[in-house]
């Protein structure tokens, strides 16, 4: 396991988290609100008090931002960063 990022096979019975993430890997829209700047990602798996953003730039992003699920505003949260890696966030939905 790549530091809690990727699930690794092991039985359902090993996994840590509260609630289960689904894979579903959509492109979505970060958007940082204090400079009005948006950034292309990916939703890697999500569940309903968070998710794992896969985004190029994530080191760019602040510790909150706004989360345009599948690039609309049809979904959106506010996510405050828990996890972070040069490519990587793991957030926590703000509210959730």
Sequence with gaps: MNRGW??????????????????????????????????????????HRGAQVHCSRAEALPDTFMLFINGTDAIRRVCDVVRRSPTRLGVRFRGR
């Design 6 to 47: 990727l699930y690794d096979g092991a039985a359902p019975g090993d996994e840590r988290r509260r609630e289960i993430r689904r894979t579903i890997g959509i492109p979505s829209v970060a958007y940082d609100p204090a400079r009005r700047l948006r950034y292309a990602c990916t939703v890697v798996d999500i569940s």
